[in-house]
């Protein structure tokens, strides 16, 4: 079992670059959240889909898209990159399991710097 | 809305000394409450649970407690180690349904030899 998996590791854009990040997990979990993390202030969510077919805001969402494209996979999509989105980007997922369907499990992560 | 309040960091330690981190939440409902922890370079992962008050969860020697009169989740550990070194989050999940998680900003906690 890989767990949750997050391509690429890290990425330095230019603003206005477009990119794509990718995650996947493996555990057959229904539900998939993106997270960034900046420091001093905690995780921050950005987008979530609590199953398949579905996707809905988070706290942060301005300047972000989400595709779930199956079970395994949800993308997080930045079509026009700004400065204020350079952070570490975490792909977590939820499901059943012996630790209950509301623990996360968390990807390794994505820096992004955009310039 | 739900809200999770952390203690600042970072906290610095010598090795065998006793841990606390303070946590304590506001909530509406009924929550999961949640310590994570992150290593360097890591992504989070669950250090201990609790699903109702005045459980304890515990793993690796750490232990907290579900307060739901005091609405708090202290993380403590009577020993702390080197490799203990990282940055901790309080969480909590489930208060109004669902399994949204909310976060506290993480307490960094150094170890030292």
């Known amino acids: 079992n890989a767990g949750v998996t997050q391509t690429p590791k890290f990425q330095v854009l230019k603003t206005g670059q477009s990119m794509t990040l990718q995650c996947a997990q493996d555990?057959?979990?229904?539900?998939m959240y993106w997270y960034r993390q900046d420091p001093g202030m905690g995780l921050r969510l950005i987008y979530y889909?609590?199953?398949?077919?579905?996707?809905d805001k988070g706290e942060v969402p301005n300047g972000y898209n989400v595709s779930r494209l199956n079970k395994r996979e949800f993308s997080l999509r930045l079509e026009s990159a700004a400065p204020s989105q350079t952070s570490v980007y975490f792909c977590?997922?939820?499901?059943?399991?012996?630790?209950?369907?509301?623990?996360?499990?968390f990807g390794p992560g994505t820096r992004l710097t955009v310039l | 809305g739900d809200s999770v309040t952390q203690m600042e960091g970072p906290v610095t330690l010598s090795e065998e000394a006793f841990l606390t981190i303070n946590c304590t939440y506001t909530a509406t409902g009924y929550p999961s409450l949640f310590w994570y922890v992150q290593y360097p370079g890591e992504g989070l992962q669950l250090l201990l649970k609790?699903?109702?008050?005045?459980d304890k969860g515990s793993n690796k020697g750490f232990e907290a407690t579900y307060r739901k009169e005091t609405t708090s989740f202290h993380l403590e550990k009577g020993s702390v180690q080197v490799s203990d070194s990282a940055v901790y989050f309080c969480a909590l999940s489930g208060s109004t349904g669902g399994f949204k998680t909310i976060f506290g900003a993480g307490t960094r906690l150094f170890v030292k030899a």
């Open positions: 555990m057959n979990h229904n539900s």
């Open positions: 889909s609590a199953s398949e077919g579905t996707t």
């Open positions: 977590a997922s939820s499901g059943s399991g012996r630790v209950g369907p509301d623990t996360q499990y």
């Open positions: 609790a699903t109702k008050a005045d």
